[in-house]
């Protein structure tokens, strides 16, 4: 089946504490892109990856890393968590050509 | 700063009825225009999407009328279904060399059986 994979789905975490958000897709897109979402904010784009190696900040990037050293994997990394970065996280991808992203179910983070 | 302004923000429609959610943008280098739809514990899915070239684009019982001048650009539900209910995000972007994709802030539609 064709999907994007994060894990883990539900994280309670320590303030400082590093963590790392795993997203996999299986489709071989080019693009991917992380999104955090707040009630009452949408959806906010943290950083995106056009390809291998090539990775560019969205508009949310303080505090969050990230990397992608190959195609099918983009992990999202917090080195020092803070109570603010508590949110529902999501991965996306899409393939070169066509425009609509295939997201996957959703990461919950909370920072304590 | 927001780039897209969604509204309303919930909207509770009978069975039958039309469904409208309405977005502006200010940049105009946005060249398309995606709407999203997100059940609960779901990610978002893509419904439907538009670019500025087209002033209306219909799939079923939904479509997006699209109004370039006023930067403007809205979803239409027809004949609304339970069914439908979820949260709706319009969205916009830059083709081409770019990622950024922008969402608005969300509606919550609840359809009434």
Known sequence: EAQVTQNPRYLITVTGKKLTVTCSQNMNHEYMSWYRQDPGLGLRQIYYSMNVEVTDKGDVPEGYKVSRKEKRNFPLILESPSPNQTSLYFCASRERGRYGYTFGSGTRLTVV | ?113
């Open chain 2, 1 to 113: 700063q927001q780039q897209v302004k969604q509204s309303p923000q919930s909207l509770i429609v009978q069975k039958g009825g039309i469904s409208i959610i309405n977005c502006a943008y200010e940049n105009t280098a946005f060249d398309y225009f995606p709407w999203y739809q997100q059940f609960p514990g779901k990610g978002p899915a893509l419904l439907i999407a538009i670019r500025p070239d087209v002033s209306e684009k219909k799939e079923g019982r939904f479509t997006i009328s699209f109004n370039k001048s006023a930067k403007q650009f809205s979803l239409h539900i027809m004949d609304s279904q339970p069914g439908d209910s979820a949260t709706y995000f319009c969205a916009a972007s830059i083709q081409g060399g770019s990622e950024k994709l922008v969402f608005g802030k969300g509606t919550k539609l609840t359809v009434n059986p």
